[in-house]
Every structure is written in structure tokens, then in C-alpha cells.
């Protein structure tokens, strides 16, 4: 079973431009999940996805980043403009509904 | 707000040494996650524990969960190097969008 994708894997930018990541969950897994992981510390959810739905948003910074799920599949996470702080390690997750997920393999986010 | 607590933040043990991580939550919780995190890379599944007394072994590895006390172990029997890593537990809300939320993580290194 082909586990989650995500690409690109490194990323470098300066500050104030965008980026955007993409993600391809395990096929049929309704629930998808997009995690910030700040070097030292434990995944933060930014956004969550029931099929095409966003169910939980809350602590993602709306004034810079937007996701998107297309047709409950593929989705899409971008930030715009990008700050020094957001270097990070964004993180998709995948999972059939109320199950255990499975994460993909991360992008690398440096902002200089 | 459903929080979740890990200690210790880094443990240095030599091989062959006993040691345990603990893990403390908030809130009820419907189910608790542990993962393990190599540098550089995304988090692998080791143990999920559903109910109160649960307790799962794997190799060296021992997980333990105690709901009334809000609290799960991870235990490490004879450590050897590859066990070095970074273990983070996890736990889901027993409502609401069932989004994971990761404690800070326990950075293991194993001394030969």
C-alpha cells in the first residue's frame, strides 16, 4: 500500500515570498491532516480535512497561510507572504475516519 | 483544551539500562499514540492504546496506558543504540474532530 506523498521534500526562500506544499494521502483515507513541526518541539495541527470539509482550522494563521483539499484527494498548503518563523517541518497525515493516521515524509521549509 | 505533557525532554542512558517515559494528558482521551521520529525524518506508529489497563510490547518496547490517571508510559528495557530517537505520545479527544495532539516529545540517546 503506497503510503502518504508529499513534495517537495526541502524548500528555501526568502522572506515575505510564497511557497506552496503538496499532498497526496492513501487512497480512500477521509481524514487529512496538515502538522507544523518547529525544530525541538511536537507537530501542531494547523488544519484538518473530512474529505473535501475543513473541520478544524483553528490555530492555522489565516492571514498568511490557506489550504485547500480538491475533490477530497490531493491538497494543497501555502503560505503567503512567509515569515523567518515559519521554518519549519510541514507534516500531512492521512487517516480513515476516527483511525489511527499515517504521515508522510515532511517538507523541509527554510526561510531565510 | 485537551494538553499533553512528556517527560523527560531528553534522556542520555547507556545500553543495556531500564528506563521510562511518561506521558500526561488533560483531558479524556479516546485513544493514545506513541510514534518514534529519527532525525530527519517523519514519525512511525509504534503503539496505539485504546482502553484502561492496555498494554503493548514490541521488542524492547513496552506501552502502558492508565486512563484515570490521565497517564501512559513507554517503557525501555536493555536499551541498545538503535533505539536512539525522538518518541512523542499522542493522544485524540473523545469528541469533537478527533485532530492528534502530540506532547513535546522525549529525545533518547543511547550511549554504547
Known amino acids: 500500500e503506497a503510503g502518504v506523498a508529499q513534495s517537495p521534500r526541502y524548500k528555501i526562500i526568502e522572506k515575505r515570498q510564497s511557497v506552496a506544499f503538496w499532498c497526496n494521502p492513501i487512497?480512500?483515507?477521509?481524514?487529512l491532516y496538515w502538522y507544523q513541526q518547529i525544530l525541538g518541539q511536537g507537530p501542531k495541527l494547523l488544519i484538518q480535512?473530512?474529505?473535501?470539509?475543513?473541520?478544524?482550522d483553528s490555530q492555522l494563521p489565516k492571514d498568511r497561510f490557506s489550504a485547500e483539499r480538491l475533490k477530497g484527494v490531493d491538497s494543497t498548503l501555502k503560505i503567503q507572504p512567509a515569515k523567518l518563523e515559519d521554518s519549519a517541518v510541514y507534516l500531512c497525515?492521512?487517516?480513515?475516519?476516527?483511525?489511527?493516521?499515517?504521515f508522510g515524509q515532511g517538507t523541509r521549509l527554510t526561510v531565510v | 483544551e485537551l494538553k499533553v505533557e512528556q517527560n523527560p525532554l531528553f534522556l542520555s542512558m547507556q545500553e543495556g539500562k531500564n528506563y521510562t517515559i511518561y506521558c500526561n494528558y488533560s483531558?479524556?482521551?479516546?485513544?493514545l499514540y506513541w510514534y518514534r521520529q529519527d532525525p530527519g525524518k517523519s514519525l512511525e506508529s509504534l503503539f496505539v492504546?485504546?482502553?484502561?489497563?492496555a498494554v503493548k510490547q514490541e521488542g524492547r518496547l513496552m506501552a502502558s496506558l492508565d486512563t484515570k490517571a490521565r497517564l501512559s508510559t513507554l517503557h525501555i528495557t536493555a536499551a541498545v543504540h538503535d533505539l536512539s530517537a525522538t518518541y512523542f505520545c499522542?493522544?485524540?479527544?473523545?469528541?469533537?474532530?478527533?485532530?492528534?495532539?502530540f506532547g513535546t516529545g522525549t529525545r533518547l540517546k543511547v550511549l554504547a
Open positions: 497525515a492521512s487517516s480513515p475516519a476516527r483511525r489511527e493516521a499515517f
Open positions: 487512497s480512500g483515507h477521509a481524514t
Open positions: 480535512f473530512q474529505n473535501n470539509g475543513v473541520v478544524d
Open positions: 483531558t479524556t482521551s479516546d485513544r
Open positions: 492504546l485504546l482502553s484502561n489497563g
Open positions: 499522542a493522544v485524540t479527544a473523545t469528541s469533537g474532530t478527533y485532530k492528534y495532539i
